[in-house]
């Protein structure tokens, strides 16, 4: 296992001894791994996250070339023309 130095202020190094002290981690070294490990987590779930968004993008827009879905400016018309009929005291279509 290779070494690293890692210079940190005071505030910082007294928060890691007294996540030590308290028993959460067995050392500094244990700490900054489990910090890496969650950093590495994150960054694979936001990536899996994007993978997830840009397959929907491409259902969606293969979906709207298919002839399938609505116009977002029709929906938000009718919508609109709802809400306004609902305030004027007519049923809504």
């Not at 910082?12 to 030590?20: A, E």
């Not at 028993?23 to 997830?52: F, K, P, T």
């Not at 993008?57 to 009718?78: K, Q, T």
Request: net charge negative; aromatic share 6%; proline share 2%.
């Amino acid at each position: 296992m290779a070494a690293m130095n890692v210079s940190l202020p005071d505030r910082m190094r007294d928060y890691v001894q007294n996540r030590i002290d308290s028993g959460h981690y067995a050392s500094a070294s244990d700490y900054v791994r489990d910090l890496i490990r969650r950093d590495q987590n994150a960054i694979m779930d936001e990536e899996r996250w994007l993978r997830e968004l840009d397959a929907s993008i491409d259902e969606s827009l293969w979906e709207m070339a298919s002839g399938g879905g609505h116009d977002l400016d029709e929906v938000c018309d009718a919508v609109i023309a709802d809400i306004q009929q609902s305030a004027r005291g007519a049923a809504p279509r």
